[in-house]
């Protein structure tokens, strides 16, 4: 018989992972897929997506003030 202040087999949860084994795989699929896509757009057209979209956020944020 085991000990007391240990668990038995009808008290330990069993069942494995839920959402915390995909999460970590879902953004990593999502983050490789806006890269591929970027390089694709780069390689396509020569021009670098990024240096496209960060005057258009720049402007679309409103302006700081000191």
């Known amino acids: 018989m085991p000990p007391a202040h240990l668990p038995t087999g009808h008290e330990v949860d069993v069942r494995g992972p839920r959402a915390a084994a995909w999460v970590p795989g879902a953004v990593l699929a999502v983050a490789t897929g806006l890269a591929l896509v970027a390089a ?25 003030t000191a």
């Open 40 to 64: 694709l757009l780069h390689a396509a057209t020569g021009s670098c997506p990024g240096r496209q979209l960060h005057p258009t956020v720049r402007r679309a944020r409103p302006a700081r």
